[in-house]
């Protein structure tokens, strides 16, 4: 059952971090929605503008520190970006005061809290509200999402993997333990926090790899991917930092189970895809470049058989906080409060 609210009061949790900001900047121009709370650690007291100045004559609200109590009072849905371990609290308020909330964060997006301790290295205190929370990749799980009140926006990185190999697995066409992912972020997905390892001059002119075998998104997107097999999937994944502000450019090689041309397989995705609003899937011979979607809540998808070696290169690109974060943050708002899906997010990115 949708929510139906005119006028969709929303407020966000760490709304001065880069996907936060993003997502002030969505909202802002959403035709459906009044902003009514910014909170954030660091800037109490300052106009959002101050913050970010590319708002200046478009949001004129002043930060706040967080009252929990009284912004769920004021909100319809709230929306946490908060690194891991944060929103666990805010969530039993949130659902617990009868309103909506979509978790930017990893705290409910994997189904086993074991598994998010492993991962994470914290225990996870809210496991309570797992069984009710939906992974908020809508053109997977568009139905679960329009009846839910916790939604988990998928990280970056599983968005452009997931989307990537969907058609792919869902049709049983690549051997399942088979599939290497090489991806490669923008700077901004490490967030804004000042690091050493996101200094200009330790990123400009230099890409490296990271988080080698270890990292974070691993278990969400085996998760997903998963689901879609219907048996358990392994992955190699490996992410690099790379020297640019924004974007997610991920290069998938599977070992297909049945040779097919490259025309067949972009078939498939055509048809799998043929009713999403925001999955580009590209002509044979035109590959993705995160440059094709900044700005924009599109996915890109191309990709190449490789009839030689019998593997499938899959290749994917998205704007890391927009797809990969606050755009398809609105776009779950807008499914769960039974608006069109692409409300506030039409349009290409930007050029060049």
Request: some cysteine.
């Amino acid at each position: 059952m949708h929510l139906t609210i005119m006028v969709i009061k929303a407020s966000i949790i760490g709304a001065t971090g880069y996907a936060g900001a993003e997502l002030v900047r969505l909202l802002s121009a959403h035709p459906q929605v009044e902003l009514v709370g910014l909170t954030t650690q660091s800037y109490a007291g300052r106009a959002f503008w101050e913050v970010y100045p590319h708002l200046y004559g478009y949001v004129d609200l002043v930060c706040e520190e967080q009252d929990l109590p009284a912004l769920v009072d004021r909100s319809d849905v709230i929306f946490t970006a908060l690194p891991h371990g944060h929103a666990m609290a805010v969530a039993r308020e949130v659902i617990g005061g009868g309103k909506a909330l979509v978790d930017l964060g990893a705290d409910f997006r994997l189904r086993d809290p074991v598994v998010y301790q492993d991962w994470y290295k914290v225990e996870h205190t809210a496991a309570e509200l797992l069984p009710q929370a939906v992974y908020g990749l809508p053109e997977i799980h568009r139905e679960n999402i329009r009846g839910a009140r916790l939604v988990a926006n998928p990280g970056c990185y599983p968005t452009s993997v997931i989307l990537a190999l969907a058609p792919l697995l869902k049709e049983g066409l690549v051997e399942t333990g088979s599939i290497i992912i090489d991806s490669k972020s923008g700077a901004s997905g490490a967030g804004r926090g000042l690091s050493l390892n996101t200094h200009y001059c330790e990123v400009n002119e230099s890409i490296k790899a990271y988080g080698v075998t270890v990292h974070r998104h691993t278990p969400e997107i085996e998760q997903e991917l998963s689901a879609l097999a219907g048996e358990k999937v392994l992955v190699s994944f490996t992410p690099h930092l790379t020297p640019m502000i924004r974007g997610i450019l991920s290069t998938i090689y599977a070992r297909l189970t049945r040779l097919k041309s490259t025309e067949e397989i972009l078939t498939l995705y055509r048809e799998f895809y043929r009713q999403e609003k925001f999955v580009r899937v590209l002509p044979a011979g035109m590959l993705p470049a995160t440059k094709m979607v900044a700005g924009s809540n599109h996915c890109d998808i191309g990709l190449v058989v490789d009839r030689r070696t019998g593997r499938v290169v899959i290749i994917s690109a998205i704007d890391n906080l927009i797809k990969g974060a606050a755009g398809q943050a609105v776009q779950n708002m807008n499914i769960m409060f039974g608006l069109a899906e692409d409300t506030g997010l039409y349009g290409p990115g930007v050029y060049p």
